[in-house]
């Protein structure tokens, strides 16, 4: 026997209760009639939102620095870390009168995550030397288009004034490291 | 000839032979790294110290050991001098405090800069490098300039090796760049800004062990490990014209000269070779160039293997196993004489 509650069919004439049908017919009811005031397990998605956990890895962002210039130098290190080769960027060198634009030097013109062969393990997270870019807490929009789903610098990038809350993502670590005096030479002037 | 022995490999070199050259005949890890030396330039070394080493033993008929440190790459090996490099605490102490020396005006802009992932002094500064710095005062800054039509010089990553000087009075007719000032305001320019157009000039940018020369046509391409180093050549007539190929899919990014593992350029190539020619059908195309399994730009990187090569290399391996306590290390040379078989079975198999 594969369950203990499998019950044994046997022929045996109903009783009058049972042949009337009323009693269970007002138990099938009691039962649907107990379900419309229990709690309901569905959500009125997207008018609202379950709350993700502080560790969810969703969509990511490319972070502004506090004037509102791209953190992002294109150094490749994000790339090289994916397991899943979804990242790809090329690199341009900061013209004079840009310095408001680009943090540094040099910047990604094309930064572009193929979000479907991404497979949201953070490593990109964790490799970037610029604190750049991370994953949210955000769902990535979906598409029935396969070429939509390659997230380019406009997807990505947050809008100043309009900046992708991460602080859950900052860990105590980061923040100690971000601290430590020794770093300071990597500020800019 | 003279014998010498560095970290208990003994080795018989002509004379006249410098400690560095001598290691690098025996090669691995036991050869100093080198900054500043170069093998093709006459006169390059001496300046930047990473190479020194300690001679625990000057010669057979003096053998008082010499009290400091010394540079490898200038003091040439005495008959029976005994040479530590690895194998002494000391000197690796002091080579961390060359490096630290090194990297105080060094800026951290590694993501940025292009020799990033090729870089003489980023290899230096991981294996003996900290990972912080105790220098708190400003740094030293320069603009970026252009030396020439096709060289950018980012000053503030110099570390004043001097090869690029040697470069310019040894392979090229005139020189018209050079370091100006001294002490702590060196600096490597030119009087008149935008001059360098020598043909030759561009084998610059691969003798600087850093980021500082770097090639207008590359800058910012591309990663270094993003591209696919491919061995070509073409007829040239001003130089050799072999050189690697750094090339994207079907495009050709970047032209260099090709180096040794030393980093040392094998022959010097032409400007035109390396600025101009950067269409695919101008080359022929050898095969991929191999890379060393330590190096980043080995990921995805794919070669033949050559068998009698691997030969060579296994038999050597059973040869230095040789000498050790062959009980422990028994299975590993059965290991060893297994893939051998294997080895020589295939090359049977392939004739």
Redesign the interface.
Known sequence: MLTNRSKVVVDKKMTFSERIYLPAIIGGLFITIKHFFKKKATIDYPKVTREMSGVYRGQHVLKVDENGAERC?????C??ACPAEAITM????RKPGEEKLYR???YAAVYEINMLRCIYCGLCEDAC??EAIFLTDRLVEVSSNRDDMIFGKDKLKEKYFNEVDITKRLTKEVIEFKK???????QM? | MPKVTIDNHEIEVPEGTTILQAARMIGGDIVPPAMCYYTKLEGSGGYCRTCIVKVTKGSEKDPRPIPKPVVSCRTTVMDGMVVENTTSEELLKARRGVVEFLLINHPLDCPICDQAGECDLQDLSYAHGLASTRYKFRRRTFEKIDIGKLIKLHMTRCILCYRCVKVADQITNNRVHGVLNRGDVAEISTYISNVIENDFSGNMIDVCPVGALTDRTFRFKSRVWFTKPIDAHRECSKCCGRVALWMKGDEILRVTARKNEYHEVEEWICNECRFESKDKNKWIIEGPRHITRKSVISQNHYENIDLSKLQIEVTRQIKAQGGKDIKEHSSRVQFEEKSMKALEMAQNSKR
């Open positions: 130098v294109a150094c490749g290190l790339a090289v090329t690199g341009a060198e540094e030097e040099k030397p610029k430590d005096k020794f770093h300071l030479h990597n002037d």
